[in-house]
């Protein structure tokens, strides 16, 4: 059952549920996105109640992470274990604390930001692995419990480790920003009187990071907010972004390059493409880059209708990223109050349409679901030839494809004569250049809908904000 003080987390709190109520041994690995919410998960689930927790330090050397496990162990355990010299003697001490508790009903260990533990020739990881599986896999009450951040050490290193811990990791859980209707609870709970609209904004700039969200005060509107957090003399989210990444990869420099040429292709580009912009060799380093992006949810992965695997696209979704590349990374104005001056320019309209898109892409399912095909089989992708796109077409095996337009509006949107006139030319285009003989649906995805006009009845389906809002 989910706790009332989680908000969202339905899912992962019932496989939490369903792992510690398990017969057997767990070795839980928790990852997602920094600021994502995984260490407020789990201490809110356990009510802060572990048998022995910890947390590495960022950038720290072998000799401080020791310090700090040997401090977490004296703590917990109560009794005195010197300062060692290695983790094999570590882990060796945690299990000697450990033995003592194996009448209890279960035994529950946390060990948060587990990558910045394995500090370089620290041999971590192999002690880790003597840990497991000599003696912990063994004990049919322990649950071990491990996050981390940097989430290309946890799928590289620990889930996809060719060593001793290879599918040792009994219960991955990857854990995702809010949806729409997570951030709506969120905000609510924090005393919020934002109508959905105006949260829909914030989540367009923020996303649903909940560490981002939290920082938002309940008395300020949104674009006070954005000002507040990126534009003012002491702004929080300005210096975010070169933390992000120098936590979360090695070779930081490289990831932001990608991050930041993708920021300027809107659609997104493939991977050849960026090896031409970049000037790089195609040695294989940049797919792993690519990858690990893709696993930290700020690169979404499509294939354009009808083109062939080399022709996959990569696009940057995440938005934190977006609006801060955009907006704040090179601006030099010194206006405290930017964002709320920019509220009704081209430039500030154009981002809307662009930042909703990606919103809607973020809620396939919900799209899916207002549609009446939550259940049915699909294929979501894109569609593009010289002088026609569209950003969203659902093909689903009741031989119906939705080719969907997706509008930023602050009222009901108008679907105009020559608008509807551009909408059937690009499925007229659309049935020539893939040949299908599905019927092929307009399908118009905007906050309030439609406006009711000649041209309405035209539109075989229309999503709305609140649709998107479903849980």
């Known amino acids: 059952m989910a706790k009332e003080n989680i908000i969202g987390r339905v899912k992962e709190q019932e496989l939490l549920g369903e792992y510690m109520a398990s017969s057997q041994s767990e070795f839980i690995a928790i990852y997602g996105r920094r600021r994502i919410g995984k260490t407020f998960l789990v201490k809110q689930f356990f009510d802060d109640q572990f048998d022995f927790y910890l947390t590495g330090i960022y950038d720290k050397s072998k000799r401080e992470q020791l310090m700090n496990f040997n401090r977490q162990l004296n703590k917990y355990s109560g009794a005195y ?26 035994i529950v260990v946390f060990m948060d930001e587990l990558p910045w533990m394995d500090t370089p020739r620290s041999k971590f990881l192999r002690a880790l692995e003597l840990f497991w599986n000599g003696w912990a896999s063994g004990i049919n009450n322990m649950k071990f419990i491990v996050c981390g951040s940097a989430t290309t050490w946890m799928t590289n290193k620990l889930l996809g480790d060719k060593g001793g811990l290879h599918n040792r990791v009994t219960r991955p859980i990857r854990l995702s920003s809010f949806t729409l209707a997570e951030t709506e609870k969120y905000l609510i709970s924090r005393g919020f009187q934002y109508d959905r609209l105006q ?27 954005v000002d507040d957090l990126f534009f003012a003399d002491t702004a929080p989210l300005r210096d975010e972004y070169d933390f992000l990444f120098r936590s979360l990869f090695n070779d930081s420099p490289k990831y932001r390059r990608i991050i930041e040429l993708l920021a300027t292709k809107v659609k997104g580009m493939t991977k050849q ?31 354009a209708v009808g083109k062939k695997e080399r022709d996959i696209m990569y696009q940057l979704i995440d938005h934190y990223c977006l609006f801060y590349i955009r907006y704040v990374k090179n601006d030099h104005s010194q206006d405290s109050h930017r964002w709320s001056h920019m509220l009704n320019d081209g430039s ?124």
């Open 81 to 106: 274990y010197p300062v060692v010299d290695s983790w094999f003697d570590a882990f060796a001490q945690l299990q000697h604390y450990l033995e003592r508790l194996q009448g209890q009903n279960r």
């Open 199 to 225: 949260m829909l904004d914030g989540y367009m700039i923020l996303g649903g990071t909940p560490y981002y969200l939290s920082m938002l005060r309940p008395q300020y509107s949104i674009a006070q907010n």
């Open 348 to 471: 500030h309209n154009a981002w809307s349409g662009y930042a909703f898109e990606q919103v809607c892409l973020r809620h396939i399912e919900q799209i899916k679901r207002k549609l009446g095909i939550g259940g049915i089989l699909s294929n979501v992708g894109s569609w593009q030839v010289v002088g026609a796109q569209l950003d969203l077409v659902i093909e689903r095996k009741d031989r119906i494809i939705n080719l969907c337009e997706m509008k930023y509006s602050e009222k009901p949107f108008s679907v105009t004569k020559s608008y509807l006139d551009k909408m059937e030319e690009r499925r007229t285009l659309f049935r020539r250049a893939t040949k299908t003989t599905k019927a092929l649906h307009l399908t118009m995805v905007s906050p309030f809908g439609i406006k009711e006009n000649a041209q309405c009845k035209e539109i075989q389906s229309v999503v709305t904000m609140d649709d998107l809002y479903q849980d």
């Open 273 to 303: 493409e960026i090896i031409s912009a970049l000037k790089i060799e195609d040695n294989g380093n940049l797919t792993v880059i690519l990858e690990n992006l893709c696993k930290c949810d700020f690169l979404r992965r499509y294939n």
